[in-house]
C-alpha cells in the first residue's frame, strides 16, 4: 500500500523558516514525481512545487520562487521542501502528492495528474 506522510509544518514567526518532509512507503517504482500543494483557508488548493526522480527536474511557482527549495535523502524515498523567508500568506495545509513515472512540467504542478496524496501538515506564520 502506497502511504505519503507530511510533516515539519507547525507555526513560525515571520521571516522564519521550515522544512517540510514527504515520506513514500510502498513505492515501488524509483521514477517517481512528487509536488508540493496547499490550501489556505478560504482560498482553492495551490500547487507550488514539484520535483521529479531520476532526471531531478523542479517546479516553483512565483509565489514561492527563491525562497523554496526542494531536495530528497539518499534514499530517495523522502522528498524535503525547505521553506525560507515565511510570511502570514503562507499560512496554510501543505499536502504532497505523488505519481509514479511522472516528469514534473516547469511551468506548473497538475494536481489531477497525482495518484497519491498525503494528509497534509499544518503552517501557520504569525506576523
Known amino acids: 500500500e502506497v502511504q505519503l506522510v507530511e510533516s515539519g509544518g507547525g507555526l513560525v514567526q515571520a521571516g522564519g523558516s521550515l522544512r517540510l518532509s514527504c515520506t513514500l512507503s510502498g513505492f515501488t517504482s524509483e521514477s517517481w514525481g512528487v509536488g508540493w500543494f496547499r490550501r489556505a483557508p478560504g482560498k482553492e488548493r495551490e500547487g507550488i512545487s514539484c520535483?521529479?526522480?531520476?532526471?531531478?527536474?523542479?517546479y516553483y511557482t512565483e509565489a514561492v520562487k527563491g525562497r523554496a527549495t526542494l531536495s530528497t535523502d539518499q534514499t530517495k524515498h523522502t522528498v524535503f521542501l525547505q521553506m525560507d523567508s515565511l510570511n502570514p500568506e503562507d499560512t496554510a495545509t501543505y499536502y504532497c502528492?505523488?505519481?509514479?513515472?511522472?516528469?514534473?512540467?516547469?511551468?506548473?504542478?497538475?494536481?489531477?495528474?497525482?495518484?497519491?496524496w498525503g494528509k497534509g501538515t499544518p503552517v501557520t506564520v504569525s506576523s
Open positions: 520535483i521529479s526522480h531520476p532526471d531531478g527536474t523542479t
Open positions: 502528492a505523488a505519481r509514479p513515472f511522472y516528469l514534473c512540467a516547469q511551468y506548473r504542478v497538475f494536481s489531477d495528474a497525482m495518484d497519491y
